[in-house]
T-cell receptor, first 113, second 111 residues
Framework: NAGVTQTPKFRVLKTGQSMTLLCAQD?????MYWYRQDPGMGLRLIHY???????AKGEVPDGYNVSRLKKQNFLLGLESAAPSQTSVYFC????????????FGSGTRLTVV | DAKTTQPTSMDCAEGRAANLPCNHSTISGNEYVYWYRQIHSQGPQYIIH???NNETNEMASLIITEDRKSSTLILPHATLRDTAVYYC????????????FGTGTRLTVIP
């Protein structure tokens, strides 16, 4: 039972490059989320999904795109990376029914130079 | 969703109970209180949640005041591995699509 798996764990990008972060969950959860966390700050929601084929904007969506083609996967894309996107990215999932907690992945540390 | 207020940091002696307070004076009747923790750069970990009644699980106890304007997370016997940032979050919607994490309380367990 892996829970929520994020790949890659670390990545260094040059400004302007693109990349995709992958989140996979094996708990059959309906809801999935992408957060970013900057040093000394709490988590901020980027995008989320309430089911396969759906996506919605969170608090800080600019510069990111997402896709949920399969229920178990939630992809976060950076089309043209900027130094301001240097952060730790966390994916999470939740059942979507009932007041249950989120399950988080271990994070992706992204540096844009 | 209601906002919360937590102390920035707290210390606790190893083996003693750690009591982490949270104020949520604007909480609505249908809003739950959630607690998460984040251990050094790892992903946040769900601890416990409650609506009105006190709750207990294998990790912690959650005490919610009768007026629901504040709550306390209790770690009964703190260990060094409990050193982490603890987030108190209030949210109305089950499986809510936006938990506001804030900056939490940094708990340091001292040997």
């Amino acid at each position: 039972n892996a829970g929520v798996t994020q790949t890659p764990k670390f990545r260094v990008l040059k400004t302007g490059q693109s990349m995709t972060l992958l989140c996979a969950q094996d708990m059959n959860h309906e809801y999935m989320y992408w957060y970013r966390q900057d040093p000394g700050m709490g988590l901020r929601l980027i995008h989320y999904s309430v089911g396969e084929g759906t996506t919605a904007k969170g608090e800080v969506p600019d510069g990111y795109n997402v896709s949920r083609l399969k229920k178990q996967n939630f992809l976060l894309g950076l089309e043209s990376a900027a130094p301001s996107q240097t952060s730790v990215y966390f994916c999470a999932s939740s059942p979507g029914q009932g007041a249950r907690g989120y399950t988080f992945g271990s994070g992706t540390r992204l540096t844009v130079v | 969703d209601a906002k919360t207020t937590q102390p920035t940091s707290m210390d606790c002696a190893e083996g003693r109970a750690a009591n982490l307070p949270c104020n949520h004076s604007t909480i609505s009747g249908n809003e739950y209180v959630y607690w998460y923790r984040q251990i050094h750069s790892q992903g946040p970990q769900y601890i416990i949640h409650g609506l009105k009644n006190n709750e207990t699980n294998e990790m912690a106890s959650l005490i919610i005041t009768e007026d629901r304007k504040s709550s306390t997370l209790i770690l009964p016997h703190a260990t060094l591995r409990d050193t982490a940032v603890y987030y108190c979050i209030v949210s109305a919607r089950p499986g809510a699509n936006n938990l506001f994490f804030g900056t939490g309380t940094r708990l340091t367990v001292i040997p």
